[in-house]
């Protein structure tokens, strides 16, 4: 049996497997022959298990197959319509296409596509959204789909995130979700940009030049405008519904539960328990839960009543007991503060972010609020609009005490109203009576 290929790609283990292609499908090639990439053969063998087994081989040309696989490899994002109503996704445009083209091409190029995810609300969901995206573009393409997943160990690109990837096959998409932007990211970032193409979708203020080559961030805009209400789940959003449009409402789903969870001020005022839900298994597992467990968790009704119903009493609970234990001082906005040792703990429910989150919640109710949590390592803020309004910035506190704290090991990060920092033990007096002072100064409290 004769048969005319484009080769498309050699298999990086097997050196006798190449896949070809048509011009309408990928097929499956073992061959003793060496074949080029990028050239036209005519082969002669036999199928076997959806493999073309090859007995003889001769490079040709044939310009209408070029033409038509050139097609079938190219990817026209879609035309879509406003869903989310945020007026940057508009200006933002060209580089979810961007996005949407890098992704589809690594797919169709028998590349490995590595997404690595926050393992909050916001890069779960993100993931989610990019997982089924990918999945099912391969399938209609049938094409082996090489994608790999995996929850990050923390906000940062570490270095043992870089030496776990230096695994991937050379000239692999590495793609990061909602983290790997930020400076502490960037050296390890740069050494794995050195093998890899990075695509990083993330709404954290990011370092100066970071080694990115394709980056899907409000802050790639002149003057953001809150830029951190642009969530991952909603960037990845807008990258998935350009790739496969009739999956909008699935995607649309996962979006919302992580503007919700990320609070973003785009979020619809329908409360979806799904969001608390993502963040509770998240937060409580030691060990990350996989994509797919996520997915088919969120898809079951009763079981996602149970989890919210579990989630809300420990919360509860843990509020209580900082709503006792907080000072509040009073001036152009309220400042609590509260020492929230003993009370949340690592890998248990609720965590330090979510207890904060419910506490600031309870005091903003009555008017511009600024909250201060802390444990013996680390410390974090949260306003709402209103106190930034009236100059408070979680910001300016964290480059404030990264100046005279950064060589003692102090790190943090965040946006204006919510933020979060770590310190060693032997400095958490020092730096918390700081923080306190500063926030008190700026907010003339009492
Ligand atoms: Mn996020």
Request: net charge neutral; hydrophobic share 35%.
């Amino acid at each position: 049996m004769k048969t005319t290929l484009y080769i498309v790609k050699k298999d990086v283990f097997d050196p006798e497997k190449y896949y070809g292609c048509n011009g309408q499908e990928f097929i499956v090639i073992k061959s003793e022959c060496e074949l080029k990439p990028e050239k036209i053969y005519e082969l002669i063998g036999k199928y076997t298990n959806y493999t073309f087994r090859v007995e003889a081989a001769e490079q040709k040309t044939d310009k209408k197959l070029e033409a038509s696989v050139k097609q079938f490899l190219f990817f026209q994002p879609a035309t879509v319509k406003e869903v989310v109503k945020a007026p940057l996704l508009i200006e933002m445009k060209e580089l979810f296409n961007d996005a949407a083209v890098t992704l589809t091409k690594a797919v169709l190029e028998l590349r490995t596509i590595k997404i690595r995810y926050d393992g909050d609300g916001d890069g779960i969901s993100s993931g989610i959204i990019l997982k089924k995206c990918l999945e099912k573009f391969a399938k209609d393409k049938k094409v082996p789909l090489l994608l790999r997943t995996q929850e990050s160990y923390s906000a940062v690109y570490s270095e043992k995130d870089c030496e776990e990837d230096k695994g991937l096959a050379e000239g692999s998409l590495l793609v990061l979700l909602d983290h790997g932007a930020n400076q502490e990211s960037k050296e390890n970032l740069c050494r794995s940009a050195k093998n890899f193409e990075i695509m990083v979708v993330d709404h954290h203020p990011p370092a100066i030049e970071p080694c990115i080559d394709h980056f899907v961030s409000p802050f790639q805009l002149k003057n953001p405008i809150e830029p951190s209400s642009y969530n991952t789940g909603l960037l990845a959003f807008e990258i998935a519904r350009r790739i496969c449009p009739e999956l909008e409402p699935e995607f649309l789903r996962f979006c919302r539960y992580s503007m919700q969870t990320d609070t973003s001020s785009f979020r619809e005022s329908t409360f979806f328990p799904e969001g608390v839900v993502i963040d509770y298994l998240a937060v409580s597992s030691i060990d990350p839960y996989s994509l797919e467990f996520y997915d088919k968790t969120l898809s079951d009704k009763h079981l996602v009543g149970e989890l919210y119903r579990e989630e809300k009493l420990k919360t509860q609970r843990a509020l209580e007991k900082a709503i006792h234990k907080a000072k509040t001082y009073t001036g152009k906005y309220t400042l609590v503060t509260c020492d929230v040792t003993g009370i949340a703990k690592k890998n248990s429910y609720p965590s330090i972010s979510k207890l904060h989150n419910a506490l600031q919640f309870h005091f903003a109710e009555k008017g511009p609020t600024a909250s201060l949590v802390y444990t013996g390592d680390s410390l974090s803020f949260r306003a709402n609009r209103s106190a930034a309004d009236l100059g408070f910035s979680a910001h300016f506190v964290i480059k404030a005490l990264k100046e005279t704290y950064g060589k003692s090991g102090f790190t943090g990060g965040g946006h204006d109203v919510a933020s979060s920092s770590r310190f060693p033990k032997e400095y958490a007096k020092q730096i918390i009576t700081t923080a306190i002072n500063l926030v008190m100064q700026n907010g003339q409290c009492s």
